[in-house]
C-alpha cells in the first residue's frame, strides 16, 4: 500500500524560499510523482512533475522559481520553492501516478496516490 506523507510546509515572507519533502512508504520511486497546489476557493492545479528518468516539467506560474527533484534512494521527493510571492500560498499535495512517463497534462485526473497536504502562506 502506498502512503505519501508531505511536510515542510510553513510561513515566509515574499521573497523567502521554502523546501518541502514528500516522503513515500509503497512502491512509488519508478512512477512520475508531482506536486500539486490548491488555495482557497480555487481548484487544485499541478505545480511540477518529474518522471522516473528524472524529466521535469512545470506549471507556467512557478518555472524559474521551483524546483521540483528526488533523492538517490527515490523514496522522498523535494520542492524547492525560491523567491515566493503571495501568491504561492496554498495546500501543498504531493502525488504520484502508477506510470512512468508524467502525462502531458498534469492534472488531478492523472494522479493516483495522494499526500495529506502541507500548508505553505507567504506573507507580503
Known amino acids: 500500500q502506498v502512503h505519501l506523507v508531505e511536510s515542510g510546509g510553513g510561513s515566509v515572507q515574499a521573497g523567502g524560499s521554502l523546501r518541502l519533502s514528500c516522503t513515500a512508504s509503497?512502491?512509488?520511486?519508478?512512477?512520475?510523482r508531482g506536486w500539486f497546489r490548491q488555495a482557497p476557493g480555487k481548484e487544485r492545479e499541478g505545480v511540477a512533475q518529474?518522471?522516473?528518468?528524472?524529466?521535469?516539467s512545470y506549471a507556467g506560474s512557478v518555472k524559474g522559481r521551483f524546483t521540483i527533484a528526488k533523492d538517490n534512494a527515490l523514496t522522498t521527493l523535494y520542492l524547492q520553492m525560491n523567491s515566493l510571492k503571495p501568491d504561492d500560498t496554498a495546500m501543498y499535495y504531493c502525488?504520484?501516478?502508477?506510470?512512468?512517463?508524467?502525462?502531458?497534462?498534469?492534472?488531478?485526473?492523472?494522479?493516483?496516490?495522494w499526500g495529506q497536504g502541507t500548508q505553505v502562506t507567504v506573507s507580503s
Open positions: 502525488a504520484s501516478t502508477r506510470a512512468v512517463l508524467c502525462p502531458a497534462r498534469m492534472t488531478e485526473r492523472n494522479y493516483y496516490y
Open positions: 509503497g512502491y512509488t520511486y519508478g512512477y512520475c
Open positions: 518529474i518522471d522516473s528518468d528524472g524529466g521535469t
